[in-house]
């Protein structure tokens, strides 16, 4: 079964500017998750998708920050514009429909460096 | 299991000896709780899971404990090997809202 994909691997921006990631869950599942990992700290949850509805946003910088999953399989998370503060690994997961916010199964991640 | 600062606690265990990664969480209602290990430049992988109901689980070679009168979970892992040598997160929640994930605590094992 394959996993969890996520592209690019790593991006190097400068401040201001804008950024794309993509994710393409495990097939068949229908939530999916981005989070954000900081350096030396544990993952925190941006914004939860079922099928293509918005479950939970609150901690998601909607100035700067915002993502789509518009036919309920892929996502795209984008910032506009970046601030030095944005640099982490953005991590997408998955979760079939039965268990919600249990067991996840993560991609790599994208490492984005904010210069 | 909030992420409270930048710098890892760490443990380091010889080769082949037990190891206990503790974890203090922080909402008492919560009634989910899952280890995940993550390796350098992967994403978290998930381990073991554990409900409120029940205070220990066994899986291969881990193991978990939850003992909710502290709000304290831990992960012992038998017999380590090199392949353990990773980052391992505690991560809890209630009534399936979002995974509040710990700090972490980095794990080396010497050979």
């Known amino acids: 079964e394959a996993g969890v994909a996520q592209s690019p691997r790593y991006k190097i921006i400068e401040k201001r500017q804008s950024v794309a990631f993509w994710c393409n869950p495990i097939s068949g599942h229908a939530t999916l998750y981005w989070y954000q990992q900081i350096l030396g700290q544990g993952p925190k949850l941006l914004i939860q998708?079922?099928?293509?509805?918005?479950?939970?946003d609150s901690q998601l910088p909607k100035d700067r920050f915002s993502a789509e999953r518009l036919k309920g399989v892929d996502s795209t998370l984008k910032i506009q514009p970046a601030k030095l503060e944005d640099s982490a690994v953005y991590l997408c997961?998955?979760?079939?429909?039965?268990?919600?916010?249990?067991?996840?199964?993560f991609g790599s991640g994208t490492q984005l460096s904010v210069l | 299991g909030e992420s409270v600062g930048l710098h890892l606690p760490t443990l380091s265990v010889q080769e082949g000896d037990n190891s206990i990664i503790n974890c203090a969480y922080s909402?008492?209602?919560?009634?989910?709780f899952i280890w995940y290990k993550q390796e350098s430049g992967k994403g978290p992988q998930f381990i073991i899971d554990?409900?409120?109901?029940?205070d220990k689980r066994q899986g291969q070679r881990v193991t978990v404990l939850l003992n909710k009168t502290v709000k304290h979970l831990s992960l012992q892992i038998a017999a380590t090997q090199p392949g353990d040598s990773a980052v391992y997160f505690c991560?809890?929640?209630?009534?399936?809202?979002?995974?509040?994930f710990g700090t972490g605590t980095r794990l080396t094992i010497i050979p």
């Open positions: 909402n008492s209602a919560s009634d989910y």
């Open positions: 991560a809890e929640n209630f009534g399936n809202e979002k995974l509040t």
């Open positions: 998708f079922q099928n293509n509805g918005v479950v939970d």
């Open positions: 554990i409900r409120s109901n029940m």
């Open positions: 997961a998955s979760s079939p429909i039965d268990s919600l916010n249990e067991k996840l199964f």
